[in-house]
């Protein structure tokens, strides 16, 4: 079996601990080596099989899964006082 060359090999403009954007959480890339990235958390990560974030969207998912058995006082309640003790405020 032949794989097809990557054509980003050796033209590739993102490495490991460059910046990212949001909307690009959890895409991949190569950097010039060939070594698969992720986007996660606004850098590009050497992908290891990591799950990608970003504290907004990890925010989002929280309160939302709040809500589903909680009323949005208690969560705000909850999530306030998570974010106060794991210094994410």
Not at 77 to 85: D, G
């Amino acid at each position: 079996m032949t794989v097809a060359p990557n054509p980003a090999l050796g033209t590739s403009t993102v490495s490991a601990g460059t910046p990212c954007h949001g909307y690009q959480t959890g895409s991949y890339a190569y950097d010039a080596s060939g070594t698969q990235l992720i986007c996660s958390d606004y850098m590009w990560q050497v992908n290891v099989g990591q799950r990608p974030k970003t504290d907004w969207g990890d925010g989002q998912r929280e309160w939302t899964e709040c809500l589903e058995s909680n009323t949005q006082a208690e969560c705000r309640r909850r999530l306030n006082r998570w974010r106060s003790r794991s210094g994410r405020e």
